[in-house]
């Protein structure tokens, strides 16, 4: 199912919404409701369109006065925190692969070649990083690369129950890094020092958006 992109139209929708439901919400001048509609726009687009909807109606539904853009957000944060794995979840996903990285790991050195002409040195290069890209963004960040998922498979009990305590301290701060690299835009990320994000593809038509 393709992720749909918000436009400037679907912001005027989600603002007369709550203007329909409170009287005198968001009124004021034409310069001042464009500017709303510019400021929500910006700050929503790094959200699906359905999620962004989903929100907008999950927030009026129990509202008792009339809802500001960061309260839209903190229900869309609320709604993607009920879906996404605990950081326990996210250690037993990296715990999963960590036997068959292992075996990856020492089969590295083999020269022997198949009849496509693929030593199998080289599948398990290939299948090292399919396992480290298959794994949670956070948990992907924390290890850093395939050959450190690598090294971490070789690690004893002692030294896993070690690396298990590491790892839940430093995921809170990895999920919020990972946070913000959404929903902030990638010149932005530069300009603070951080890596280029991927992006959504920008929308075909933004629309001017007018209350």
Same mark, same amino acid.
């Given at each position: 199912m393709a992720t749909a992109h918000l436009s400037k139209q679907d912001i005027v929708? @989600?603002?007369?919404?709550?203007?329909?439901?409170?009287?005198?919400? @968001?009124?004021? #001048?034409?310069e001042e409701r464009t500017l709303l509609v510019e400021t929500w726009y910006a700050i929503l687009k790094p959200y699906p369109k359905e999620i962004v909807g989903e929100a907008v109606k999950r927030v009026l539904s129990h509202a008792e006065f009339v809802p500001r853009i960061g309260n839209?957000?903190?229900?869309? &944060? +609320?709604?993607q925190q009920a879906f996404s794995k605990s950081n326990g !979840?996210?250690?037993v996903e990296l715990?999963?692969?960590? @036997? !068959? $990285?292992?075996?990856c790991f020492h089969s590295l050195n083999c020269t022997w070649v198949d009849d496509s002409g693929v030593s199998q040195g080289e599948r398990a290069e290939k299948r090292l990083k399919e396992i480290f890209d298959g794994l949670p963004e956070e948990v992907r960040e924390y290890v850093g690369s395939p050959r450190q998922l690598a090294a971490i498979a070789e690690m004893d009990d002692e030294a896993l129950t070690y690396e298990k305590g590491r790892f839940l301290? $430093?995921?809170?701060?990895? +999920? #919020? +890094?990972?946070?913000? +690299?959404k929903t902030v835009s990638p010149k932005i990320c530069n300009l603070l020092g951080a &890596?280029?994000? $991927?992006?959504?593809?920008?929308p075909e038509d933004d629309g001017d958006g007018e209350l």
């Open positions: 929708k @989600y603002i007369t919404m709550i203007r329909v439901n409170f009287e005198n919400a @968001y009124g004021g #001048s034409n839209i957000v903190n229900e869309i &944060e +609320r709604m !979840e996210l250690w715990n999963r692969v960590l @036997y !068959e $990285a292992y075996r301290k $430093a995921v809170p701060t990895i +999920r #919020s +890094r990972v946070q913000i +690299r &890596e280029t994000i $991927a992006q959504l593809p920008p």
